[in-house]
C-alpha cells in the first residue's frame, strides 16, 4: 500500500463526547441515549434514529445549529482520539506512507482536527468535500486525495454500509475496524468478511499491512459495486449513516 486513507468517527475518534453531550442537551441519562444508538446499530439503521425515537420528528441538523447557537456545538481535543492514533498514524508515515484523514464531519470538525496536528498528510471532512459517504462521490475524492492508484490505497473504517463497502465498489483496498459500536456488532458479519481485504483490532496492525497484497486481489469497481448492492438488497441493512 502506497496510501492508506482512514475514517474519522470511532476510527480516529471516539463518540462518547458526542453522544453523551446529545443526552444532556435533550435531558437524559447518557445511558439511555446510548441504548438507543446501540438498538439502531443492532438494526442496521442510521445512529441518529435514537434522536428521533427521544424527540420524534426531530430535525438532527438544524437541533445541531441550535445547539451551535447556544455555545454547545462541536468540541474535539486531544482526550477525543483513540490511543493508538498518533502511535499507528506515525508508524505509517515513517514508513513512507501516504496518510490521509477524510471521513464525514462538519467544517468545523476539519477544522478541530487539523488543530490537533495529527502525523498525516492530508484531514478533510465531508462538509469540506460538499458530499457525504456512501456516496461514490466520496470515494471518487478519496482516489483523488490518495495520490496512488486505488489498488494501492487502502480505505480503513468501522462502518460496513458507509465505509467498507463504498470504498470496495470504488475499487479500493479495504479494512474493517472492530471498534465502536458499528465496528463490533457487524464485525463478523458474512458480507463484511467477504469484502474486506483485512479485518483489524487496533491502527496500530496498519503498519504491518504495508507492503501486503491482502486476502485478494483489488476488485474491479464494476462487479465490485454490483455485488454490493446484491448485498444491501438482499439483507435490507447496513444502509444507515453515521
Same mark, same amino acid.
Given at each position: ?17 458526542? #453522544?453523551?453531550? #446529545? ?82 464531519? $462538519? ?19 465531508? &462538509? ?9 462521490? !466520496? !470515494? ?12 494501492? $490505497?487502502? @480505505?480503513?473504517? &468501522?462502518?460496513?454500509? &458507509? ?18 459500536? @458499528?465496528?463490533? #456488532? #457487524? ?7 467477504? $469484502?474486506?481485504?483485512?479485518?483489524? &483490532?487496533?491502527? $496500530? ?38
Amino acid at each position: 500500500m502506497e496510501t492508506i486513507v482512514l475514517d474519522i468517527g470511532e476510527t480516529l475518534v471516539r463518540d462518547d463526547r458526542h #453522544w453523551a453531550s #446529545w443526552a444532556d442537551w435533550l435531558g437524559v441519562p447518557p445511558h439511555t441515549l446510548g441504548a438507543l444508538v446501540g438498538a439502531a446499530v443492532a438494526q442496521g439503521r442510521e445512529a441518529t434514529d435514537a434522536l428521533r425515537i427521544l424527540r420524534p420528528g426531530m430535525d438532527v441538523e438544524e437541533a445541531c445549529r441550535a445547539r451551535a447557537a447556544a455555545g454547545r456545538g462541536e468540541h474535539l481535543d486531544e482526550s477525543d482520539l483513540y490511543q493508538d492514533v498518533r502511535p499507528a498514524l506515525g508508524e505509517l508515515r515513517a514508513a513512507g506512507v501516504r496518510v490521509v484523514v477524510a471521513g464525514d464531519g $462538519t467544517a468545523r470538525a476539519g477544522e478541530l482536527l487539523r488543530a490537533l496536528d495529527l502525523p498525516a498528510d492530508l484531514v478533510v471532512t465531508s &462538509d469540506e468535500w460538499g458530499v457525504r459517504k456512501p456516496d461514490p462521490e !466520496f !470515494f471518487a475524492r478519496v482516489a483523488e486525495a490518495s495520490g496512488a492508484a486505488p489498488e494501492a $490505497t487502502l @480505505y480503513v473504517g &468501522d462502518h460496513p454500509a &458507509d465505509d467498507l463497502f463504498p470504498a470496495a465498489a470504488a475499487g479500493l483496498r479495504t479494512a474493517h475496524l472492530r471498534r465502536g459500536p @458499528y465496528g463490533h #456488532w #457487524w464485525a463478523d458479519h458474512p458480507d463484511v468478511v467477504e $469484502t474486506a481485504d483485512f479485518r483489524i &483490532d487496533a491502527l $496500530t496492525e496498519l503498519v504491518g499491512l504495508v507492503g501486503s497484497d491482502g486476502a485478494s486481489s483489488a476488485p474491479d469497481p464494476a462487479s465490485a459495486s454490483a455485488s454490493v448492492g446484491a448485498k444491501v438488497v438482499r439483507r435490507g441493512a447496513l444502509r444507515s449513516v453515521r
